[in-house]
């Protein structure tokens, strides 16, 4: 991988499969040699895929002749190993017989859809292959990662062990605040820790307790092998890494189930904790959570974002940062999105009992859920433009064609 990724910036996330397609690339320069490789999913989604094609594109003038979307793959080994692959057919000259493969049943039979061009995301859309952006490609505040402990699970609580905790010392219960990580925010379980930061010398002498758990995470960093967390010893109280939002927020798991129409997100004030599974997202507005609640927004994800395994893993820099928010809504339609966004938590909390997992469960959602993301999704969609989009495949070649105009302006005719 080091020999073929040579001078390559980002290859070190790379699969081994890439590594195959640089070598053919290589192999049929100057021919009229054809290749096609069935390689897992992964190659056409997440941080992957902008370092790969955008080398293939630039450096060995690579087009796709034709594509089949992810489906199952099996083979003939005793443990019936299956995995979701794509094939991907390409050549160093262009076509103009292109094709896609779509599968509506990822285990059954794929239909053709004839292309004008096929992107690295298996798309009829220009070739845009999406890389890591520090910052977001729109005016829109800045996403951040939620703290690191770092502490060994010193510093965290069930409900049981907090109030056992502070049955054992009553002074401890003001450093107690409400931990979220991506688990306990989709399942609903709660969770707290010790949030000791700012804590004087002096109020900490007088809680032996948690005196005692602070020990032990300065023991914990010291004994690392890596240099950073060992320098980390030094402020034993805090978190490893202090992220914390100091208004209210958006909050969004970085893993989510795929099945879901929707990743839930969700609106929390400083009190809250969140962990290093969530993201956040400060000064926002209820426009802001309407349109990243979308189903406009979701597409994007679904084309963009990498995997594990299968479930969405949310990404701030290829994800967030690359997303194409509508360009200067009309007011009245802002507005709309606002009060859908709000209609959408006010529908959730008219559910208690139910757990955003529950809420959103594929084949459970409750009907004024769906209702109201319905209306919300129309809102968003107006904000874009005032003719409505057909499916997926039309929001996601918008989409690229936005992004496209905006990193590429002297390239779009």
Not at 231 to 260: D, M, N, V, W, Y
Not at 279 to 304: D, E, K, P
Request: aromatic letters at 12%; glycine letters at 4%.
């Amino acid at each position: 991988m080091k020999i073929v990724f040579h001078g390559v910036k980002g290859a070190g996330v790379l699969d081994y499969v890439t590594a195959w397609y640089i070598k053919a690339a290589k192999y049929i320069q100057n021919t009229r040699i054809k290749v096609a490789f069935v390689s897992t999913n992964s190659i056409a989604q997440g941080e992957q895929t902008g370092i790969l094609w955008n080398e293939l594109f630039d450096i060995y003038n690579i087009h796709i002749h034709f594509a089949h979307r992810t489906f199952k793959w099996t083979n003939e080994a005793r443990g019936k190993a299956a995995v979701h692959v794509v094939i991907i057919g390409f050549a160093n000259f262009d076509t103009n017989d292109k094709r896609i493969f779509e599968y509506e049943d990822i285990k059954g039979e794929s239909h053709e859809i004839k292309a004008k061009n096929i992107n690295p995301y298996l798309m009829d859309a220009p070739n845009v292959a999406i890389t890591k952006r520090r910052n977001p490609i729109c005016d829109i505040p800045h996403i951040s990662f939620g703290s690191m402990p770092n502490d060994g699970g010193n510093f965290l609580f069930s409900d049981e062990e907090k109030e056992r905790f502070i049955k054992n010392e009553p002074e401890a219960r003001q450093y107690f605040r409400p931990l979220l990580s991506a688990y306990q925010f989709l399942n609903g379980e709660k969770r707290w820790c010790l949030w000791l930061k700012g804590i004087s010398s002096k109020e900490l002498r007088n809680l032996p307790l948690v005196k005692e758990r602070v020990e032990r995470v300065k023991e914990l960093r010291a004994k690392s092998k890596r240099k950073t967390t060992r320098e980390l010893a030094e402020t034993p109280t805090e978190f490893g890494e202090e992220r914390q939002p100091k208004e209210k927020f958006i909050l969004i798991p970085l893993t989510s189930s795929e099945h879901r129409k929707y990743i839930p997100m969700g609106i929390f004030t400083p009190n809250y904790i969140i962990n290093n599974t969530c993201s956040t997202i400060s000064s926002i507005s209820w426009y802001h959570f309407g349109v990243l609640q979308s189903i406009m927004h979701m597409t994007w994800v679904n084309f963009v974002c990498g995997r594990l395994e299968g479930r969405y893993r949310y990404s701030n820099e290829i994800v967030y940062n690359n997303f194409l928010w509508p360009e200067k809504p009309i007011e009245k339609n802002a507005k709309k999105v606002s009060e859908k966004a709000e209609l959408v938590i006010k529908i959730r909390e008219e559910y208690p009992d139910c757990s955003l997992a529950d809420l959103y469960n594929p084949i459970a959602m409750p009907g004024p859920l769906v209702k109201a993301h319905r209306e919300l999704d129309k809102a968003v969609d107006l904000c874009y433009r005032p003719q409505p989009f057909k499916d997926e495949t039309g929001r996601i070649e918008y989409l690229f064609s936005l992004y496209n105009k905006m990193v590429n302006p002297l390239k779009v005719e």
